[in-house]
C-alpha cells in the first residue's frame, strides 16, 4: 500500500511538472511580499517560472519585482503582468480571458550570474494581480528567487538618491537649461539587427543628453529592442531631428539615422526588449537614462529588431540636452 501511495505521489508529482506554469496564490498582504525563493530556474513546482496570484495594498499600485539569480549561468525570463477587477478571481491558468494585461510582455529578461534585476510597473485600478514569470532556464539550475514590493514612488531605486524628475516636465519647464528633441523613422521588413533609428555624436566635448521617452509601432507581430551601441556604423540615412521650442530652439549637438547602413551599428547591449502585437504601438519610460561625457565620435542608443519582421516598424525617440 506504501508503495502504490508512493508511486501515486510520483507519478502527480511528474504531471505536474509537465503542465509547466501553474497557479501559486500568495496569501500575503505587502508591501513585501516572497514569491519564491531559491527555487530552480524551470517552470512549474519547484521553480521560478509560476502565476502569481496576489493582492495590491491599494487599487492604484506600484509593484517593483526582483529576480535574483544566485547561479553561475546567466539566465532570462519573460514576464506578464494581468490584472482584473473581480476580488474573487483565483485562477490564471486556463482563464486568461478573465484577465487584462495591464503591460505588454516583458521579454528575454536577463539576470547574470550572481545578480539582481529589478522591474516597476504602475496599475491602475487593481483588485488581484498577477505576475506571470515564463522562465527560459533549466530545473537543473539553482538557485533562483523573486520578491515583490508594492510601492507607489515611481521605480525601483536607492532612497539616499534624489527622486528623478521626469524629464518631461523637465524639458517642459526648464528651457533655460535644456532643448527637448524627437527623431523618428520608419523602417519596412527589417531584417536582423537592423536599426529603426538610432542617435550618435560626432564629436568630443558636446553638450549633455537626457533620454525620455522612445515609442514604438509594429504593424505585424514581432520583438524590437531598445539598444545601447558601441559603434557608428556606415553611411546611414539621416533622419531629421525636430525641436519642440516654440521660441527659436537650439539644434541638437546630436545626429538621428536609420536605414539603409552599409554596415550597422555595433550593439553593446539591449536595454529593453518588446515583443509588440500586430497593430500594436508601445512606449519605454527612459527618465534617468543620460550621457554626461562624451569622448568622441559613437553610437549612443538606437532601436532595433533582432529578427527580421514582415512588416512596417516606425520608432521615435524623445531627449533633452543641456545648452
Not at 164 to 190: D, E, K, M, W
Not at 311 to 320: D, P, R, T, Y
Request: aromatic share 8%.
Amino acid at each position: 500500500m506504501k508503495q502504490f501511495l508512493f508511486s501515486l505521489l510520483l507519478l502527480c508529482g511528474l504531471a505536474a511538472s509537465a503542465l509547466g506554469q501553474v497557479d501559486i496564490r500568495i496569501n500575503q498582504i505587502g508591501p513585501y511580499i516572497d514569491l519564491a525563493r531559491n527555487v530552480t530556474w524551470g517552470n512549474g513546482p519547484g521553480g521560478i517560472g509560476n502565476n502569481y496570484i496576489l493582492t495590491p495594498t491599494n487599487p492604484d499600485q506600484g509593484v517593483c519585482l526582483y529576480i535574483n539569480n544566485g547561479s553561475a549561468t546567466n539566465e532570462s525570463a519573460n514576464i506578464v503582468y494581468a490584472i482584473t477587477g473581480d476580488q474573487a478571481l483565483n485562477t490564471y491558468t486556463g482563464n486568461t480571458t478573465a484577465w487584462s494585461v495591464a503591460s505588454q510582455t516583458i521579454s528575454d529578461v536577463r539576470v547574470p550570474a550572481h545578480s539582481v534585476v529589478s522591474n516597476y510597473v504602475k496599475l491602475t485600478g487593481t483588485a488581484r494581480l498577477t505576475i506571470a514569470i515564463n522562465s527560459s532556464g533549466s530545473s537543473g539550475v539553482t538557485p533562483a528567487s523573486a520578491f515583490v514590493v508594492l510601492t507607489n514612488s515611481g521605480g525601483c531605486g536607492f532612497s539616499a538618491n534624489p527622486p528623478a524628475v521626469p524629464l518631461r516636465i523637465f524639458a517642459g519647464t526648464s528651457f533655460q537649461l535644456t532643448q527637448s528633441y524627437v527623431a523618428s523613422a520608419c523602417v519596412t521588413n527589417p531584417t536582423a539587427g537592423q536599426m529603426i533609428v538610432a542617435l550618435q555624436s560626432t564629436a568630443s566635448g558636446i553638450r549633455a543628453f537626457y533620454l525620455d521617452r522612445v515609442w514604438i509601432s509594429s504593424s505585424a507581430a514581432g520583438e524590437v529592442d531598445f539598444v545601447k551601441l558601441s559603434s557608428l556604423g556606415t553611411t546611414p540615412t539621416s533622419v531629421t531631428i525636430f525641436n519642440p521650442s516654440m521660441g527659436a530652439g537650439i539644434g541638437s549637438a546630436l545626429l538621428a539615422k536609420t536605414e539603409p547602413y552599409v554596415a550597422d551599428p555595433t550593439i553593446g547591449s539591449v536595454v529593453y526588449r518588446r515583443n509588440l502585437a500586430a497593430g500594436s504601438t508601445t512606449d519605454i519610460d527612459l527618465s534617468g537614462f543620460y550621457q554626461r561625457n562624451i569622448t568622441g565620435a559613437l553610437g549612443l542608443v538606437g532601436v532595433s529588431t533582432p529578427a527580421g519582421i514582415t512588416g512596417l516598424i516606425c520608432a521615435e525617440i524623445q531627449w533633452s540636452e543641456n545648452n
